[in-house]
Structure formats: C-alpha cells, structure tokens
C-alpha cells in the first residue's frame, strides 16, 4: 500500500529505541525525511545512523529532554532551520514510575504532569500554526492501554495518559478543517525495554521472577504473547500516512486483545 508519506518531515520523539525507534524504522521504510530526538545523545546518533544506512533517507538527530521546555524549544527551532517544516508530529516518552497513590509524591505527580501531558502540549503547540496554514498534518501521540483501561500499580500513567486523550479528542474537532488529524495509538504489553523494567519491579514487589512477572501479563492477553515494535509500528504509519486522511479524534489501541471494554 502507497502510503503517501514520500518526503514527508516527521518528528518522532524519544526514538533512539523502544516503540519510538521502530516507528522511526517504518516511516523511514516509506520513505519519510525523520527528525529524532532523544535525551541520550550516544545512542540516539547510532539510532540515526543506522537508519540511514538501511533506508537512505535523511536523519536529523537532536538531544533533548522533553520534560524541559527549552528543549523543546530548541528541538522545534533546529528542525525548522533545518528542513523548514514538520508535517508529522509524533509524540513519545517513556513511563512514569510505578507507584501506588499514597506511594508517591506531590513531585512525582508534578514530574509526570510535565512528562506525560505538557511535552504533548508544548510540541503541538509548536508544529500546529504551520500545519493548519499548510492545510495537512499529522498529531500521533504514543500513550498506552492505561489511559482506557487502568492497570494496577500504575496510577500516574492511568490518569495522565487519559488526559492526553481527552486532550487529543478535543483538539482533532477544532483543527479537523484544516486537514490536521490529531489520534492517539495505544500500546498493549510489547518486548521493549520498558516492559521488562516493569517485570522487575513486579517481581521484586511479589518475590517471583521477571519472567513469571511477564507471564501474568501473557495469560491476561488472548493473543497469549507480548507484541512486537514492528507490529506496533505498522499502524502507526498508516494513521500518520495520507491514506488515513479521514481517521481523527480516535485512540486505537495494539494489545493484542488485552482491553476488555467494547468501545
């Protein structure tokens, strides 16, 4: 399927690995220029150039910290200058601690705030003048099946990433007319990095191994099996591709079944 995305300018943050790289991988695979940042800057310029070894197409790499808005500033400034445009926004960050609420802080709620809802808030309040100008955007933000269905021990996450999405559904009504799609994609349990520290801290809460940690998550998914980045990745693409120009406001969720609700 010709996804449209030829020479588009994405910007898809926290991508030096995860769920981030991976839709960095498929947009580049269609052939997309990538702007990517990441707080790590060892790793996120192996990540750009290995991407650009596989795929041709042009990578900017740039360090930033998207709890800090300066970062973010800079980040947005340097990809202007650079490319003079950001036609894909896509927003990503790792996960706030596990936690209980009277387990955690005033800080870590605050730390989580700026982490999980006002990076999205800042970044698109960045890219959206020129896509509404340009008549053509894509909003994507990375959240999780937390913020349909909460999962225990993970309160920050359940009540920040549901406020990104009712951020998401509001804004895609008001920029819907000018050809700006605003979605949200929700990852399920997927073999990433971030999966397994959670096993960790399930295990050593239980006392059990990480990996029978990971194995009551598997017995929980009909799919009976973690996902894959890739398998995340794929649909991502196509919600930032010209081929879902009439797809807005709606968080999809890839859990390989895990969401119980009907809608």
């Given amino acids: 399927m010709e996804l449209g995305l030829q020479n588009k300018v994405a910007l898809v943050c926290a991508a030096s690995r995860g769920l981030g790289k991976a839709v960095a991988e498929e947009l580049a695979n269609e052939g997309a220029t990538l702007i990517l940042c990441a707080r790590d800057s060892e790793i ?20 930033a910290d998207l709890t800090n808005t300066s970062d973010i500033e800079k980040l947005y400034k340097e990809s202007i200058e650079t490319f003079g445009r950001i036609d894909i926004l896509v927003t990503n960050v790792g996960g706030p601690p596990a936690g209980t609420f009277e387990n955690l802080s005033r800080e870590n709620w605050s730390d989580a705030t700026q982490l999980l809802l006002t990076s999205v808030l800042d970044l698109t309040r960045l890219v959206l003048p020129q896509m509404k100008e340009r008549q053509w955007g894509r909003i994507l933000n990375i959240t999780s099946i937390a913020s349909k269905q909460p999962v225990e021990n993970l309160i920050l996450s359940n009540s920040l990433r549901a406020a990104v999405t009712g951020f998401a559904k ?17 990852p399920g349990y997927t073999r990433t990095e971030r999966v397994e520290q959670l096993a960790k801290v399930i295990a050593e ?7 029978e940690a990971q194995s009551k998550w598997t017995n929980q998914i009909p799919m009976k099996r973690l996902g894959e980045p890739h398998e995340f990745a794929a649909l991502a693409a196509f919600l930032v591709s010209e081929r879902a120009s009439y797809i807005t406001g709606s968080s999809i969720a890839v859990d390989g079944g895990w969401i119980r609700s009907l809608f």
Avoid: M, W
């Fill in 205 to 211: 809460k239980e006392g059990i191994t990480p990996e």
């Fill in 44 to 63: 996120l310029n192996q990540t750009c150039e290995e991407i650009r070894q596989k795929s041709g197409v042009e990578v900017l790499g740039i360090t």
């Fill in 170 to 186: 509001t804004l895609a009504d008001e920029v819907a007319p000018f050809g700006v799609t605003v979605n949200n994609i929700l």
